[in-house]
């Protein structure tokens, strides 16, 4: 099973930006949906975006035209690109592979932490 490793978080003013990175153990060729997912203090973890194989995107509401999926396969890497940050934007941000729709697998890792604040 693929082991997902996330960086690039920290904290940033409102209105600044952050990339944030996800790095597989393995190919990604074989994964058709990859997403970003995010835990606000004291809240449940929620879809934020999502990338299929052919680079279709899907987007939470919350974060359309501000934030930027993208994919490597190559590099076996998934990129957020988030911009115009807001401070309801801060939380842990995780990636995972998508089975269905928005629906993740159940296997999760550590995430990286978004602070948006000034």
């Known amino acids: 099973q693929v082991q997902l490793v996330e960086s690039g978080g920290g904290l940033v003013q409102p209105g600044g930006s952050l990339r944030l990175s996800c790095a597989a153990s393995?190919?990604?060729?074989?994964?058709?949906?990859m997403g970003w997912y995010r835990q606000a203090p004291g809240k449940g973890r929620v879809f934020v975006a999502s990338i299929s194989s052919g680079s279709s995107t899907d987007y939470a509401d919350s974060v359309k035209g501000r934030f930027t999926i993208s994919r490597d396969n190559a590099k076996n890497t998934v990129d957020l690109q988030m911009n115009a940050l807001k401070p309801e934007d801060t939380a842990t941000y995780f990636c995972?592979?998508?089975?269905?729709?928005?629906?993740?697998?159940?296997?999760w890792g550590q995430g990286t932490q978004v602070t948006v604040s000034s």
């Open positions: 995972n592979v998508i089975l269905v729709g928005r629906i993740p697998r159940n296997n």
């Open positions: 393995r190919s990604m060729s074989s994964i058709n949906t």
